[in-house]
């Protein structure tokens, strides 16, 4: 009962390097999120996906991109990371429709130095 | 004006009390609403959702939902230490994607 799996749980990368940020889900759910998390500023969207093969941009998409693998892999790349880049990172899915929750993973704690 | 606000808190109540949190919106058009509770260094977790005017209980939660008034609230009775958490409120507006507010501390003291 794995629900969303987000691989690292914690990540400290120096200033310009890259990282791929990897999240799955096993309940065929067609629509897939990328959340930022930062102190007092609450859950802010990056990109979301609404099915396999599309991808949109949310509220904060600079300095991202992402690729929506197949159905079940949603992944998160960061070029070249900056400091401001440091947050908590929760991917999320949920089914379609105005009354769906979104279901988190357990979100990776990103540090850039 | 933020599209989703609550307040930051922290909210303090004894136990047994009744914790309320409220949440108001700037977009008429908001469908659905949605509160998360979300423990320190851990992901958020639904706690219900509401959709319609009025009240939903599950428990000891209650969601209020008004929407003339564009505001939505959560009551938590008998309140526990274990309810102490941050609480988020999120909406949806116009299609399925949620637009979060910065959530509510709540402190649950015995």
């Known amino acids: 009962n794995a629900g969303v799996t987000q691989t690292p749980k914690f990540q400290v990368l120096k200033t310009g390097q890259s990282m791929t940020l990897q999240c799955a889900q096993d309940m065929n759910h067609n629509s897939m999120y990328w959340y930022r998390q930062d102190p007092g500023m609450g859950l802010r969207l990056i990109y979301y996906?609404?099915?396999?093969?599309?991808?949109d941009k949310g509220e904060v998409p600079n300095g991202y991109n992402v690729s929506r693998l197949n159905k079940r892999e949603f992944s998160l790349r960061l070029e070249s990371a900056a400091p401001s880049q440091t947050s908590v990172y929760f991917c999320a899915s949920s089914e379609e429709g105005f009354n769906s929750p979104l279901h988190f993973g357990n979100g990776t704690r990103l540090t850039v130095t | 004006q933020k599209e989703v606000e609550q307040n930051s808190g922290p909210l303090s109540v004894p136990e047994g009390a009744i914790a309320s949190l409220n949440c108001t919106y700037s977009d008429r058009g908001s469908q659905s609403f949605f509160w998360y509770r979300q423990y320190s260094g851990k992901s958020p977790e639904l706690i219900m959702f509401i959709y319609s005017n009025g009240d939903k209980e599950d428990g000891r939660f209650t969601a209020q939902l008004n929407k003339a008034s564009q505001y939505v609230s959560l009551l938590i009775r008998d309140s526990q230490p274990s309810d102490s958490a941050t609480y988020l409120c999120?909406?949806?507006?116009?299609?399925?994607?949620?637009?979060f507010g910065r959530g509510t501390s709540l402190i649950v003291h015995p």
């Open positions: 999120a909406v949806n507006k116009r299609s399925y994607i949620p637009t």
């Open positions: 996906s609404a099915s396999e093969g599309t991808t």
